[in-house]
């Protein structure tokens, strides 16, 4: 009985709040995986997202491709087919020996509705259920704090439509933010070429 | 003996528990805020926003209470966080990793800290940042009155605020205690909210009084809907203006809560 309670309590205090020792290990850990990562690089974040295809990863397992993100969600009417437009326009412009190295991202301000199902869907539709395309969902509070590292300004304005930023976005192969293309339907010539500056670089 | 040993266990982990019971009074001091709905008089047209219960700390957290948070987590001292965390300006007026040194009070607000910094230490108080809404909702208090902002000289006062300069090097405290026991929210530092990005301004918003449709998706969503409460535009300007790695000399933070996680 003794040992129950031994246990329980101990869990208990395993559980417990960030200072204690418990964490200092899990924190450690953290700090042993992110070695290496430059300290601008998002994949500093810890965050875990599901893709289409309901798998988990965490952004530094895109480490090495550069990626262009965008953030969107699908039952947006107004300007995120717009978005989409911009971002296929982009990929199909770059030349094939880049293209091998570049991801390109949406990531769902609408976490709640956006389930991994729904953004299968939605990839069909636009005929991006392939590489490089990549639809990811976190949770709320994950999906804030990644707009908050790109800058990208989002709010629920009912509970189906958000009024958001139009920002894509690129990222090295260190995950460090190097570019951002702000607007609708704008040039996307100088974003290209940042696209293939930053392949590149090695 | 295995049973004495047991004993000990046992009476260290009841210590621990109590610890715990202890942290859990702690938040109990929070300021109990009874929610609703309001109208923010600066968002997206003129919407009722519902605003749930919640807890909130009666004083923004002071130098002190951030110098303790540093010394648990030493990954967030001042020469330790990382650049995506935090801009150079971080903790700029403390005089090392571990001392405020001599000109910052202990009782002062904690400014110069981003808001990934703001968002952790309350993370580890078992907190979480206030949302803007829950922010807005209890500065609407004055003494009291739940909803003070229809009065001339709540404007004033709050206005005449933003002119002081310096009041971030202050107590907490200082200013008055509102109708939900809640202190400084206007008058000491300007605050860091869970959401601040949920606000949407062009960047070159004195272009235009409308919002840039070619930045934004969705409706024009900011639209003043009362333009006497100069104040509450001022806020929303400000918290569109900033990122989540700046470090500002005015700016600070407090925690907030569910009230039903209690």
Redesign the interface.
Known sequence: MKKIIYFSLLTLFLVSSCKQSANKEIEEIAQERSEGISEMSVYNLPATWTNQDNEDIQLKDLEGDVLVMVMIYTSCKAACPRLVADMRNIEEKLPDEVKDDVKMIFVSIDPETDTPERLKAFAKENFMDQDPWIFLRSSEENTREFAAVLAVNYKQITPLDFSHSNIISVFNRQGELVFQQEGLGVNSDNTIRNIKETVSER | MLNSK?NL??LT??W??SQ?FF?QEQKEDMAYVKGGSYIPLYG?DS?WVKVDDFLLDPYPVTNAEFLKFVH??S?WKKSGI????ADERYLYNWKSDYSLGENVSEKAPVTNVS??AA?RFC????KRLPTLDEWEYAAMADEDTPDARVKESYNQKILSWYETPKTFENNVGSTFKNYWGVYDLHGLVWEWT??F????LS?ESRNDSDT?R??????G?VGATDLMNYAALMRYAFR?SI??RYSIKNLGFRCARDAQSL
């Open positions: 047991l266990v046992l982990a009841i621990f528990l715990q942290a997206a919407v648990e987590n990954e990382k650049k995506l965390f808001w990934f968002k993370e580890c108080q078992g869970l959401d990005n949920a606000v949407l960047g840039d070619n930045l934004f998706c969705g409706s969503s569109g990122k989540a």
